[in-house]
C-alpha cells in the first residue's frame, strides 16, 4: 500500500510555492522528462509530474490535497499501520476509514467534489467516483462468473504525450478518458452491491437480481415448497430443482405439516473464500392434488369423520 504521493516534492516546489510557481516548475520538468527528450526511462517521472501538476494547479484540488495530506500523517502517525487493506465494499463516507490511494485516485480522476467526512456538505463519495453497474443472477452468485465491461480510462494524451502544453485534445489535463473493454472476475458468493475494481480505477457495483424462485439470506437460500397432502400425510420423496444442478429426489417425512421448513444442506451459496456452502431452507405449502375426484372425496368424508379438530384460529400474516 503506497502512502501519500508528495505532488510537491514531484514538482521539486515548496508547500507555500503560488499558483505561478507550480506552473513554471511543471514547464520546467515538463521539458525536462518529457518522453521525447528523456527517453523511455522517464515516462513513470514525466507521469507524476503530470498527476502532480493536474492536483496542484487547481485551487479546489490543492486544498483537499493539502487537507487529506495533513490528515494522512495525522493518522498515519496514530493507528494507521503497514498492514492496512482497503475493504472491498465501500465503507460509509469518512476519511478515517479510507484507502488512502483511493483518495488520491478520486483526486487525480478529476471528478473532485468527493467527501470526506464533514468537508463536502450533501454529497456522498460513491456519487463522485465513477461507477458502473453490472448485474448478474443467483445463479451466477452461485458460481461465479466472468462478465465483460467497457470503463473509462485516463491516459496518456496521444496528441501531446501529456504534457498538455497548448493542447486541444486534452485541454491541458495531458490526460484523455478512453473507454476500455475489461473481462471482470466475479467471485462466487459475491454479495449484492458489492464495489469490485476494474482497471486503474474504474469501479463496478455488483447487482444481484432478484430471483423468481429464492430468496437469498447471507449464504442460505430460502424457497417455498409445495408438498401434495398426502404425502405430507405420509411422508415421501419429491423432485426439486435446486438453483444449480440437475433435478434431485427430496424426502419429506410423514406428518409433515404447512410451515414446517426443510433443510437441505449445502444447497445455499458459497461464501467467498471459504470452502463451506449455505442451506437450502424449504418452507412446506401444502396442496390438495388436483383434480378432485369421486374417491377422493370419499376419503376426506372418511377423515372428516375421524377428526373433531376442524381448525379457525387466526394468526397474523407473515
Ligand atoms: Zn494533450
Not at 74 to 96: L, M, N, Y
Not at 196 to 222: E, M, N, T, W
Request: proline fraction near 6%.
Amino acid at each position: 500500500m503506497p502512502g501519500p504521493k508528495d505532488y510537491y516534492k514531484t514538482l521539486e516546489i515548496d508547500e507555500k510555492a503560488d499558483a505561478k510557481a507550480i506552473k513554471s516548475a511543471y514547464r520546467r520538468m515538463a521539458r525536462k522528462y518529457h518522453p521525447d527528450v528523456g527517453g523511455k526511462g522517464q515516462e513513470e517521472r514525466f507521469k507524476a509530474i503530470n498527476e502532480a501538476y493536474q492536483v496542484l494547479s487547481d485551487p479546489s484540488k490543492r486544498a483537499e490535497y493539502d487537507r487529506l495530506r495533513h490528515g494522512y500523517a495525522d493518522r498515519a502517525s496514530k493507528s494507521w499501520g503497514p498492514g492496512f487493506h482497503r475493504v472491498e465494499r465501500e465503507p460509509s463516507a469518512s476519511a478515517g476509514t479510507e484507502d488512502w490511494a483511493n483518495l488520491f485516485e478520486d483526486l487525480f480522476s478529476g471528478t473532485g467534489n468527493f467527501a470526506t467526512g464533514s468537508s463536502a456538505a450533501g454529497s456522498s463519495r460513491s456519487s463522485s467516483v465513477p461507477e458502473n453497474e453490472v448485474s448478474i443472477s443467483l445463479e451466477q452468485v452461485a458460481e461465479g462468473s466472468l462478465v465483460a465491461v467497457t470503463v473509462e480510462e485516463l491516459e496518456t494524451c496521444p496528441q501531446c504525450h501529456g504534457s498538455g502544453l497548448d493542447c486541444s485534445r486534452c485541454g491541458g489535463l495531458g490526460r484523455v478518458n478512453v473507454p476500455k473493454k475489461f473481462e471482470v472476475t466475479i467471485p462466487a458468493g459475491i454479495e449484492d452491491g458489492t464495489v469490485l475494481r476494474v482497471g486503474d480505477h474504474a469501479r463496478i457495483r455488483v447487482k444481484v437480481r432478484d430471483d423468481p424462485r429464492f430468496l437469498r439470506q447471507g449464504k442460505d437460500l430460502r424457497a417455498r415448497l409445495r408438498v401434495t397432502v398426502p404425502v405430507a400425510a405420509r411422508g415421501g420423496e419429491v423432485a426439486i430443482k435446486p438453483l444449480v444442478g440437475e433435478r434431485m429426489a427430496i424426502t419429506v417425512p410423514p406428518h409433515t405439516n404447512a410451515g414446517k421448513v426443510l433443510r437441505l444442506r449445502g444447497l445455499g451459496l458459497p461464501q467467498r473464500g471459504k470452502r463451506t456452502r449455505g442451506d437450502l431452507l424449504l418452507e412446506v405449502e401444502l396442496m390438495f392434488p388436483e383434480p378432485f375426484s369421486e374417491a377422493d372425496d370419499r376419503l376426506y368424508d372418511e377423515l372428516l369423520k375421524e377428526h373433531s379438530d376442524k381448525g379457525g384460529e387466526l394468526y397474523a400474516p407473515r
